[in-house]
C-alpha cells in the first residue's frame, strides 16, 4: 500500500523558515516524479515545486524561486522542501503528491496527473 507522510508544518513569522517532509512507503525507486501543492482557501490547488528522474530536473513555481528548494534521499524515501524568507502569501496547506504509472505528471506538474498524495501539512506564515 503506497503511503505519502507530510511533516514540518508550522507557524512562522515572515522571514522564517520551515522544512517540510514527505516521508514515501509501499514503493520504491527514485524515478517517480514528486511534487508538492499547496492550497490555500477559496484558491485552487497550485503546483508549488517538483522533482523528476532522480533528481536530474525540477520545477518551481514563480512565486518560491529562490527561496523554496526542493530535494531527495533515496536512502530514506523522502523528499524535502525547505522553504525560506517565507511570506504571509505562502500560508496554505502543503501536499506532496507522486504518480506511480510512468504517466507525464506536467511541466509544471498538474494536480489531475498524479495519483497519490498525502494528508497535508499546514504552514501559517504572519506578518
Known amino acids: 500500500q503506497v503511503q505519502l507522510v507530510e511533516s514540518g508544518g508550522g507557524s512562522v513569522q515572515a522571514g522564517g523558515s520551515l522544512r517540510l517532509s514527505c516521508a514515501s512507503s509501499?514503493?520504491?525507486?527514485?524515478?517517480?516524479?514528486v511534487a508538492w501543492f499547496r492550497q490555500a482557501p477559496g484558491k485552487e490547488r497550485e503546483g508549488v515545486a517538483a522533482?523528476?528522474?532522480?533528481?536530474?530536473?525540477?520545477y518551481y513555481a514563480d512565486s518560491v524561486k529562490g527561496r523554496f528548494t526542493i530535494s531527495q534521499n533515496n536512502a530514506k524515501n523522502t523528499v524535502y522542501l525547505q522553504m525560506n524568507s517565507l511570506k504571509p502569501e505562502d500560508t496554505a496547506m502543503y501536499y506532496c503528491?507522486?504518480?506511480?504509472?510512468?504517466?507525464?505528471?506536467?511541466?509544471?506538474?498538474?494536480?489531475?496527473?498524479?495519483?497519490?498524495w498525502g494528508q497535508g501539512t499546514q504552514v501559517t506564515v504572519s506578518s
Open positions: 503528491a507522486t504518480e506511480l504509472l510512468g504517466r507525464a505528471v506536467g511541466y509544471p506538474p498538474q494536480p489531475e496527473r498524479f495519483g497519490y
Open positions: 509501499g514503493y520504491t525507486g527514485s524515478r517517480r516524479p
Open positions: 522533482i523528476y528522474r532522480d533528481g536530474s530536473s525540477t
